[in-house]
């Protein structure tokens, strides 16, 4: 059993910048697919990144295009998100999750999740 753990939110004021951080404990597939989702209050989980297994792929959500970096370290077993320029918008809880699958960028189809960390940016 796969176990994710986020780390590194915070509270931080509009146009700064962030770096989260997810480890994932017990990951025994080589080609796992890993992505960042978050949820603000009253709304849906809403994908934010992804990366495929080796780093070559990337998706972004619109939003935090050219903003936001993902990353992975497989001989860590982590994955980063980088946040620059943030806005109060971006606030919100974050999750990283984990897919072995096709590509996607649906939460229901990412069957390993952490607990999140909350992230807030002030205006």
């Known amino acids: 059993q796969v176990q994710l753990v986020e780390s590194g939110g915070g509270l931080v004021q509009a146009g700064g910048s962030l770096r989260l951080s997810c480890s994932a404990n017990?990951?025994?597939?080589?080609?796992?697919?890993m992505g960042w989702f978050r949820q603000a209050p009253g709304k849906e989980r809403e994908f934010v990144a992804s990366?495929?297994?080796?780093?070559?792929?990337?998706d972004y959500a619109d939003s935090v295009k050219d903003r936001f970096t993902i990353s992975r370290d497989n001989a860590k077993n982590a994955m980063y998100l980088q946040m620059n320029r943030l806005k109060p918008e971006d606030t919100a809880v974050y999750y990283c999750?984990?897919?072995?699958?096709?590509?996607?960028?649906?939460?229901?189809?990412?069957?390993?999740w952490g607990q999140g960390t909350q992230v807030t940016v002030s205006s």
């Open positions: 017990g990951l025994t597939s080589s080609y796992a697919a």
């Open positions: 990366i495929n297994w080796n780093g070559v792929t990337t």
């Open positions: 999750a984990l897919r072995v699958g096709p590509r996607s960028n649906t939460p229901g189809d990412y069957p390993a």
